[in-house]
């Protein structure tokens, strides 16, 4: 599947209707420099939101059940899914066997010195590196990523630039938003890495989305 929506009746119906956040919107032409992400949560937000994959409307996915919050922009690039060629690039470099993907879309964090309120949104950003994070023997990658010409964080290009105290709070975020009482997490981060591995990510997540997604037909199987 294309990542540009060139047929004149898609692009009829786009005018009239709301595109799915993860089939309907593009990833943009400068994909891995510069990408289009959706956003489903800020900081402000007390309960977790996700895309509904079916309807593409935002849904509650569950109250955070302990004072975490995210601390920055928080979503996913539409047009990626996380299968099998994102599960191998995780286990190559963790070391680890029998890792898959998460079937999901990649996720990415977005940082940013303004306050924005609400998601449902889509932002220009720019990746600068990601954690490789594992979930049981799942790949579940996070792409971190600036806001396209931000006044603060517009200035650094790879996460190796980013202040610790910033990673650090991302980190405990990731590491213990799933936590329930009575269970123990399964999810670790083995590594942060720098810019060309999130590019390399986000290129073995679009491909993963064409093999999966080949038709509206496969798209529809799936929702």
Not at 164 to 192: C, N, W
Not at 201 to 208: A, E, G, P, Q
Request: glycine fraction near 8%; proline fraction near 5%; hydrophobic fraction near 35%.
């Amino acid at each position: 599947m294309s990542n540009k929506l060139n047929d004149p009746i898609a692009t009829l119906l786009g005018l009239r209707y709301k595109s799915h956040p993860w089939h309907g919107l593009d990833i943009g032409d400068n994909a891995p420099d510069q990408v289009m992400a959706f956003i489903e949560m800020v900081p402000t937000d007390t309960v977790k939101y996700e895309v509904d994959k079916v309807s593409g409307y935002l849904k509650i996915d569950r109250p955070q059940k302990f004072s975490n919050v995210i601390p920055a922009l928080y979503g996913f690039l539409p047009q990626t899914y996380c299968g099998k060629l994102v599960g191998d690039y995780s286990a190559e470099k963790s070391g680890k066997k029998g890792i898959s993907g998460d079937n999901d879309p990649l996720d990415i964090c977005v940082l940013t010195e303004k306050s924005i309120t609400h998601g449902d949104i889509i932002a220009e950003v720019r990746p600068i590196g990601g954690f490789r994070m594992i979930d049981g023997n799942e790949a579940d990658d996070k792409i971190i990523a600036v806001l396209n010409n931000d006044a603060t964080y517009g200035i650094y290009e790879d996460i190796a630039s980013i202040p610790s105290v910033v990673l650090d709070r991302l980190k405990h975020y990731f590491l213990t938003y799933k936590d329930m009482p009575g269970k123990d997490s399964q999810a670790e981060i083995t590594h942060t890495y720098g810019v060309e591995e999130a590019k390399e990510v986000i290129i073995r997540s679009m491909n993963d989305y064409k093999s999966k997604f080949d038709s509206l037909e496969d798209i529809l199987k799936h929702v």
